[in-house]
Nanobody, 131 residues
Framework: QVQLAESGGGLVQPGGSLRLSCAVS???????????MAWFRQAPGKEREFVAT????????FYADSVKGRFTISRDDAKNAVYLQMNSLKPEDTAAYYC?????????????????????WGQGTQVTVSS
């Protein structure tokens, strides 16, 4: 079993920045380098939506159009961590942000944006962008 724990959320003014972290723990027989990692977000009354993903090679990175150019996903397999650097934040970025993961053996690459493609989820961290 893989456990994910997000941190770094908070209240920030429009135009500000936050860095979210996702600490990965659990299975020791499969290193983090075998997992596709992603960030999703969910605002009240809305469906969970894809934000960004980074595959095991760290070369393949994809972003939602709404965050492209403002957010950056990265991973540090040695530290078992994934990050989401969020710059130029807007009020519409307000949501609970979730870290997600799936083993490359069961991951379907074309569906990188689908929540159903990820097996493991964290509890979420709240990001509020407001003046």
């Amino acid at each position: 079993q893989v456990q994910l724990a997000e941190s770094g959320g908070g209240l920030v003014q429009p135009g500000g920045s936050l860095r979210l972290s996702c600490a990965v723990s659990g299975r020791t027989d499969r290193t983090l380098s075998n997992y596709a990692m992603a960030w999703f977000r969910q605002a009240p009354g809305k469906e969970r939506e894809f934000v960004a993903t980074i595959r095991w090679s760290a070369v393949n990175v994809f972003y939602a159009d709404s965050v492209k150019g403002r957010f950056t996903i990265s991973r540090d397999d040695a530290k078992n961590a994934v990050y989401l650097q969020m710059n130029s934040l807007k009020p519409e970025d307000t949501a609970a942000y979730y870290c997600a993961a799936n083993d490359r053996r069961t991951y379907y690459s074309p569906d990188y944006y689908s929540p159903q493609n990820y097996v493991y989820w964290g509890q979420g961290t709240q990001v509020t962008v407001s003046s």
